[in-house]
């Protein structure tokens, strides 16, 4: 489990992460996800003791990362694709993390196996390519069998195969009950993996909700109906928290009024229907939306926070 409490970092003027407060459960895949910019990396970075949080706390499994006597085994991270630039080769690489833990050939063998590098563990590090090297991170973010695994950005550069690989990845390593914490700026990749959402814009938190939920509030419902006395139907459907518009004749765009609502209506007035369709607005819609606010607010505001 992560925890964050009033997590805060400053650079300068520069307000990168702000107020943060969540936390990230077992069992399931947690989306951490923001624009460019938004304080993903830096809070990870906090996270693993790597920068020091100007405000607030952050702990991994009820403790500071600092605090940890096996850290490799508590919470196990790839924060950068190609951190590994390096002569050795991947399994000498794994060799020598696992020395610092106690952890020999047969789990190194073992996380090989896993990511899939066998056929190229013998060979130097430093040649592989990025869909490689960001295995050999994973690898080694596995090496000591940790409780909470957090990636930042994994599939970045990634092949179809590479991402659909990660994907079943992290769904597996959820399903063993460990915390899983992966960053991306794509909603529509998130939407594919993650259970969980926490969102942040300019360092803040915008949203910490299951997919589900940010699904069910981000779906403005819009119902398409065709019919031969849309004229009649339109006036039948008007009120207050109802919007219609039409782009041709006979079509109306109707948003406030479900779907069952339009239908019921239309039967009851004996009006005919040739379609009755609800569309969703996309999640990447309902993200953008979000994350545009955040950036619009935290521009208005940029006096008070400075
Ligand atoms: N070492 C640093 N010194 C100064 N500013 C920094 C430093 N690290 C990050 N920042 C700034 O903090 C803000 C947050 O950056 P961060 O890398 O955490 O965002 P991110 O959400 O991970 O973005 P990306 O998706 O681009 O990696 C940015 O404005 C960045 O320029």
């Given at each position: 489990m992560i925890e964050a409490r009033d997590l805060s970092k400053r650079y300068g003027d520069r307000l990168a992460v702000d107020s943060l407060t969540f936390t990230v459960a077992p069992g399931v895949v947690t989306g951490f996800l923001g624009p460019n910019g938004a304080g993903k990396s830096t809070t990870m970075r906090m996270i693993l003791g790597l920068d020091a949080p100007t405000g607030g706390t952050v702990r991994v499994n009820g403790r500071r990362y600092a605090d940890?006597?096996?850290?490799?085994?508590?919470?196990?991270?790839?924060?950068?694709?190609?951190?590994v630039?390096?002569?050795?080769?991947?399994?000498?690489?794994?060799?020598?993390?696992?020395?610092t833990h106690?952890?020999?050939?047969?789990?190194?063998?073992?996380?090989?196996?896993?990511?899939?590098?066998?056929?190229?563990?013998?060979?130097?590090?430093?040649?592989?390519?990025?869909?490689?090297?960001?295995?050999?991170?994973?690898?080694?973010?596995?090496?000591?069998?940790?409780?909470v695994v957090m990636l930042d950005e994994p599939v970045n550069g990634l092949d179809p195969d590479g991402i659909r690989w990660i994907r079943g990845l992290l769904r597996g390593l959820a399903a063993e009950g460990r915390t899983v914490f992966v960053s991306s700026h794509l909603m529509s990749e998130m939407a594919q993996t993650a259970d969980h959402l926490i969102v942040v814009g300019r360092g803040r938190l915008l949203a910490d909700v299951s997919l589900a939920e940010f699904t069910r509030r981000a779906s403005r419902t819009t119902v398409r109906v065709r019919s031969p006395q849309a004229a009649a139907l339109r006036?039948?459907?008007?009120?207050?928290?109802?919007?219609?518009?039409?782009?041709?004749?006979?079509?109306?765009?109707?948003?406030?009024?479900?779907?069952?609502?339009?239908?019921?209506?239309?039967?009851?007035?004996?009006?005919?229907?040739?379609?009755?369709?609800?569309t969703e607005a996309s999640l990447e819609e309902a993200f953008m939306t979000m994350t545009r606010d955040a950036v619009e607010y935290a521009g208005a505001t940029a006096g008070e926070t400075r």
């Open positions: 940890h006597r096996d850290p490799l085994r508590q919470i196990g991270a790839l924060l950068e694709a190609k951190a630039h390096t002569g050795r080769s991947a399994r000498d690489h794994l060799l020598a993390l696992g020395a106690g952890i020999g050939r047969r789990r190194v063998d073992e996380v090989i196996d896993l990511v899939g590098l066998r056929e190229v563990a013998g060979k130097r590090a430093g040649g592989f390519s990025l869909g490689m090297g960001q295995r050999l991170g994973i690898a080694a973010a596995l090496l000591g069998d940790p409780a006036d039948l459907l008007a009120g207050p928290d109802v919007t219609i518009t039409g782009g041709e004749p006979g079509l109306l765009e109707v948003s406030g009024l479900r779907r069952e609502v339009i239908g019921d209506r239309a039967a009851a007035a004996g009006l005919t229907l040739h379609e009755l369709t609800a």
